[in-house]
């Protein structure tokens, strides 16, 4: 039994960080929709291919849309004024992400943080099958956020 436990331990291991590598194979395994949670305000992103190969991705839902008054939240935060009317539920976070086929990796653009009105640096990879791991940075100081996969 001892045996059997060990070997399913293994296999796991083993299995879990391959998948993970896979998805990174790949720059198209980036597009799909996401579950993420910032502070506990959950949101719902989609991120599709451009056709110049990019990716963007685009907030589609979120959980607090609506304001006390009862209007549709906006980006009220946005460096650029123009976009300042935009629907909390449609912002775009990414756009122009390109995939390193070298190290596996996506990034070459900048995030976009509504809840802070600022864009960083950001790098991207797969840490499991359904686990993606962005990483914004802006003069060396960086957070490091987790979005869920769900297609």
Do not use: C, H
């Not at 946005?78 to 912002?91: F, G, H, M, T």
């Amino acid at each position: 039994m001892k045996n059997v436990l060990f070997a399913l331990l293994a296999l796991v291991a083993f299995v879990a960080p391959v998948s993970s590598q896979n998805l990174n194979d790949n720059g198209d395994n980036i597009v799909g929709e996401y579950l993420t949670d910032r502070g506990g305000s959950k949101s719902k992103v989609r991120v599709t291919r451009n056709d110049n190969g990019t990716y963007t991705a685009q907030v589609f839902w979120v959980e607090n849309a609506i304001d006390k008054n009862g209007n549709k939240r906006k980006d009220v935060k946005n460096p650029d004024k123009s976009l300042r009317n935009v629907d909390i539920d449609k912002v775009i976070l990414v756009d122009g992400l390109k995939y390193d086929a070298q190290d596996k990796k996506w990034g070459g653009t900048k995030i976009y943080d509504p809840t802070k009105g600022l864009k960083v640096n950001v790098s991207a990879e797969f840490i499991e099958p359904t686990k993606l791991k962005l990483r914004g940075t802006i003069m060396g100081v960086g957070v490091t956020l987790y979005w869920q996969k769900l297609n």
